[in-house]
């Protein structure tokens, strides 16, 4: 990397993991001493943490056209004009601030570095800053990391049909290795004949990974793509870098694809035990890349749910009046804090031991969906058994699923926005309101399509389109403290507090220090400064 040019800049912390994601960098000029080109190496400094954070690869110049940092979109106007597409090659450095200053030429005059990050461009690590750029590249071993890294690229740009694609199943010591040190090993690969496609791999191959059920992050997903950077000589190791994070595709998801020919059956041995590498085709990468994508706009989009207050209706007036919709199921406890399905399952039927295998089988896929399948912004139809379901409430998630002693009667709920609460079934489109008679609490009925035909429906009947929109979070919070009013309010973060009562976080975070100490605190003041409010939401 001698003959590289590298350069230095500043970030903040907000706009770096902007450029991290979309893998663009930009200043407001070019740099003083040296223009930057492909190929060209920018680490940078994260101003907030104190640290130099990550490492990018210049890829190509593009056009400002787009606002994109934070500031550029508070001032409505296109600050950083400079623009490179650049590849983020190594992230997580941690270079604190205290290391680089102990470096030649920051060492004798540490002001020479703030100048240097706060520069509106980047900076050119030139002949006086050779102790430093040796300092960065020998600490990490950057140097051997991105001189393969530049070979295989060649060989990539040279001969692009040589790139390999390879399937790869990690538990808990790979997905470490991966994730925490950036390589995959497999010892005895050549002592296990299914997994002979290991020997097949090359620096500039590409490994799509799924991290199965005893990985330490991203269980039962394929999550992320590694290219090899190198290849031990016994092709016992590769050196990765990682390519790609996926939007995640789950092991349900995959078997699904499978099923309806999305994907092929070589995807079966993902959850095989003892499977580890298998080679696949351009073709077999290139679906998952598109399965992934299309997951990923269908989890943005809203849906629309069926959600019932009870057998006979007996929740129905709580929920409307309180602004919500909640599950019965007396004696649970919540369950918001199991993420697997499985332990869901069975910590469900540790507190219902008398329950048939063929009810809790019905009945705990409804309290998931009502959990965490139900997103803020999805809409609600409510069948008033009431009105003998001739009349439908319907309404819109604003808050996310809380465990809270609202009243007698609602313990379990999301917080709604109720667009309209008496709706004549008559005035549905049939085809949604043969789904009304299913059985089920909870089940989803529609996507935007559907919820489409609702909004037009909900106009018609002079539903305003603001209120068809999204909430905002803070009336969101003020809701919900609204329907708890004189009763145990919700949980809270205290920029959630800041936001509705205008405190600063900093007192906020004095008085919450306080009860933790004393268990106890007293406001005083002039009648109408919120006292009893703050409180209610501390109590």
Same mark, same amino acid.
């Given at each position: 990397?001698?003959?590289?040019?590298?350069?230095?800049?500043?970030?903040?912390?907000?706009?770096?993991?902007?450029?991290?994601?979309?893998?663009?960098?930009?200043?407001?000029?070019?740099?003083?001493?040296?223009?930057?080109?492909?190929?060209?190496?920018?680490?940078?400094?994260?101003?907030?943490?104190?640290?130099?954070?990550?490492?990018?690869q210049i890829n190509s110049r593009i056009e400002a056209n787009d606002l994109l940092?934070?500031?550029?979109?508070?001032?409505?106007?296109?600050?950083?004009?400079?623009?490179?597409?650049?590849?983020?090659?190594?992230?997580?450095?941690?270079?604190?601030?205290?290391?680089?200053?102990?470096?030649?030429?920051?060492?004798?005059?540490?002001?020479?570095?703030?100048?240097?990050?706060?520069?509106?461009?980047?900076?050119?690590?030139?002949?006086?800053?050779?102790?430093?750029?040796?300092?960065?590249?020998?600490?990490?071993?950057?140097?051997?990391?991105l001189k393969s890294k530049k070979k295989s690229q060649i060989n990539i740009n040279?001969?692009?049909?040589?790139?390999?694609?390879?399937?790869?199943?990690?538990?808990?010591?790979?997905?470490?290795?991966?994730?925490?040190?950036?390589?995959?090993?497999?010892?005895?690969?050549?002592?296990?004949?299914?997994?002979?496609?290991?020997?097949?791999?090359?620096?500039?191959?590409?490994?799509?990974?799924?991290?199965?059920?005893?990985?330490?992050?991203?269980?039962?997903?394929?999550?992320?793509?590694?290219?090899?950077?190198?290849?031990?000589?016994?092709?016992?190791?590769?050196?990765?870098?990682?390519?790609?994070?996926?939007?995640?595709?789950?092991?349900?998801?995959?078997?699904?694809?499978?099923?309806?020919?999305?994907?092929?059956?070589?995807?079966?041995?993902?959850?095989?035990?003892?499977?580890?590498?298998?080679?696949?085709?351009?073709?077999?990468?290139?679906?998952?890349?598109?399965?992934?994508?299309?997951?990923?706009?269908?989890?943005?989009?809203?849906?629309?749910?069926?959600?019932?207050?009870?057998?006979?209706?007996?929740?129905?007036?709580?929920?409307?009046?309180?602004?919500?919709?909640?599950?019965?199921?007396?004696?649970?406890?919540?369950?918001?804090?199991?993420?697997?399905?499985?332990?869901?399952?069975?910590?469900?039927?540790?507190?219902?031991?008398?329950?048939?295998?063929?009810?809790?089988?019905?009945?705990?896929?409804?309290?998931?969906?009502?959990?965490?399948?139900? $997103? !803020?912004?999805? @809409?609600? =139809?409510?069948? %008033? /058994?009431?009105?003998?379901?001739? &009349? #439908?409430?319907?309404?819109?998630?604003?808050?996310?699923?809380?465990?809270?002693?609202?009243?007698?009667?609602?313990?379990?709920?999301?917080?709604?926005?109720?667009?309209?609460?008496?709706?004549?079934?008559?005035?549905?489109?049939?085809?949604?309101?043969?789904?009304?008679?299913?059985?089920?609490?909870?089940?989803?009925?529609?996507?935007?399509?559907?919820?489409?035909?609702?909004?037009?429906?909900?106009?018609?009947?002079?539903?305003?389109?603001?209120?068809?929109?999204?909430?905002?979070?803070?009336?969101?919070?003020?809701?919900?403290?609204?329907?708890?009013?004189?009763?145990?309010?919700?949980?809270?973060?205290?920029?959630?507090?800041? $936001? !509705?009562?205008? @405190?600063? =976080?900093?007192? %906020? /975070?004095?008085?919450?220090?306080? &009860? #933790?100490?004393?268990?106890?605190?007293?406001?005083?003041?002039?009648?109408?400064?919120?006292?009893?409010?703050?409180?209610?939401?501390?109590?």
């Open positions: 990397m001698a003959e590289e040019s590298i350069f230095l800049t500043g970030y903040n912390k907000e706009n770096l993991q902007i450029s991290k994601e979309h893998e663009i960098l930009g200043w407001k000029q070019n740099s003083k001493r040296k223009e930057l080109t492909k190929g060209d190496y920018v680490f940078v400094y994260d101003i907030d943490d104190k640290k130099i954070d990550c490492l990018f940092w934070k500031d550029e979109l508070e001032a409505n106007s296109i600050k950083y004009k400079n623009r490179w597409k650049a590849n983020l090659i190594l992230d997580n450095l941690n270079i604190d601030k205290n290391e680089i200053l102990s470096i030649f030429p920051f060492n004798t005059n540490p002001n020479r570095f703030f100048l240097f990050i706060k520069n509106p461009f980047p900076n050119f690590l030139d002949e006086n800053f050779n102790e430093f750029r040796s300092f960065l590249l020998s600490k990490y071993k950057t140097h051997d990391l040279d001969q692009n049909t040589q790139i390999q694609y390879f399937l790869v199943q990690v538990n808990e010591l790979g997905s470490k290795n991966i994730l925490n040190n950036n390589f995959y090993e497999h010892p005895n690969w050549n002592q296990t004949p299914r997994d002979k496609d290991h020997g097949l791999v090359q620096s500039g191959d590409l490994l799509v990974v799924y991290f199965a059920s005893k990985s330490i992050q991203y269980k039962k997903q394929l999550k992320k793509i590694y290219r090899v950077i190198n290849v031990s000589e016994n092709q016992v190791n590769f050196q990765l870098s990682e390519e790609m994070e996926l939007n995640g595709l789950d092991l349900n998801t995959i078997k699904q694809a499978i099923k309806t020919g999305e994907l092929l059956n070589i995807f079966n041995k993902i959850s095989q035990q003892g499977f580890n590498i298998i080679k696949i085709d351009k073709s077999d990468y290139d679906s998952i890349i598109f399965l992934d994508k299309i997951n990923m706009e269908k989890s943005k989009e809203p849906a629309l749910w069926i959600v019932r207050a009870g057998d006979t209706g007996q929740g129905e007036q709580s929920a409307l009046e309180n602004n919500c919709v909640s599950i019965g199921y007396d004696g649970l406890p919540g369950l918001h804090f199991i993420k697997d399905v499985k332990k869901f399952k069975e910590h469900y039927m540790k507190t219902h031991p008398n329950e048939s295998s063929g009810r809790v089988g019905k009945v705990v896929p409804q309290i998931w969906n009502f959990i965490f399948e139900i $997103k !803020i912004g999805d @809409f609600i =139809i409510l069948p %008033l /058994k009431t009105h003998k379901s001739k &009349l #439908i409430s319907v309404g819109k998630v604003v808050g996310e699923y809380q465990y809270e002693n609202m009243n007698s009667e609602i313990r379990q709920f999301r917080p709604v926005k109720w667009l309209k609460k008496d709706v004549n079934i008559n005035e549905f489109d049939k085809d949604i309101v043969k789904l009304f008679d299913e059985h089920g609490t909870v089940y989803r009925i529609g996507g935007l399509t559907e919820i489409n035909q609702l909004k037009e429906m909900l106009k018609r009947l002079g539903v305003k389109e603001i209120d068809l929109e999204e909430m905002n979070n803070i009336s969101t919070k003020s809701i919900q403290l609204e329907n708890n009013e004189n009763k145990k309010p919700l949980s809270l973060s205290l920029e959630d507090i800041s $936001k !509705i009562t205008y @405190f600063p =976080i900093k007192i %906020l /975070k004095e008085i919450e220090d306080l &009860l #933790i100490e004393k268990k106890q605190i007293i406001f005083y003041g002039c009648p109408g400064t919120s006292k009893t409010f703050l409180a209610k939401i501390f109590a």
